[in-house]
């Protein structure tokens, strides 16, 4: 079983910056996909950004040169670095992980409903 714990969320101005941590805990295995997931206002669950155990990202369109994944295995944590925030990007964050999803640069990250293991969530607001 994995834990996710994750911080970092809050209100900023359109186009601020933002960065979010989640501490992984618990057996990833060796092959593995971290993921940031949000949820809108309007309920609908987006996976935004995705990084997998050979260190591969992706990234939704609607993020794309915006936002950017990264990992520190010593520190057993992923960021997501979020910049030129918009307003649209207010939603809850989740942090997701799952075994290995095989991401492919350029390409989409996997669905938000291929995550099993989800944080609690941390809220981002940004204010036009």
């Known amino acids: 079983q994995v834990q996710l714990a994750e911080s970092g969320g809050g209100s900023v101005q359109a186009g601020g910056s933002l960065r979010l941590s989640c501490l992984v805990s618990?057996?990833?295995?060796?092959?593995?996909?971290l993921g940031w997931v949000r949820q809108a206002p309007t309920n609908v669950r987006e996976a935004v950004a995705a990084?997998?155990?050979?260190?591969?990202?992706s990234y939704a369109d609607s993020v794309k040169g915006r936002f950017t994944i990264s990992q520190d295995n010593a520190k057993k944590s992923i960021y997501i670095q979020m910049n030129s925030l918009k307003p649209e990007d207010t939603a809850m964050y989740y942090c997701?992980?799952?075994?290995?999803?095989?991401?492919?640069?350029?390409?989409?990250?996997?669905?938000?409903?291929?995550?099993?293991?989800w944080g609690q969530g941390t809220q981002v607001t940004v204010a036009s």
């Open positions: 997701a992980a799952d075994v290995s999803c095989n991401l492919v640069p350029g390409r989409q990250p996997p669905p938000a409903a291929f995550f099993v293991n």
């Open positions: 990084i997998d155990s050979n260190n591969v990202t």
């Open positions: 618990g057996n990833t295995g060796s092959r593995y996909c």
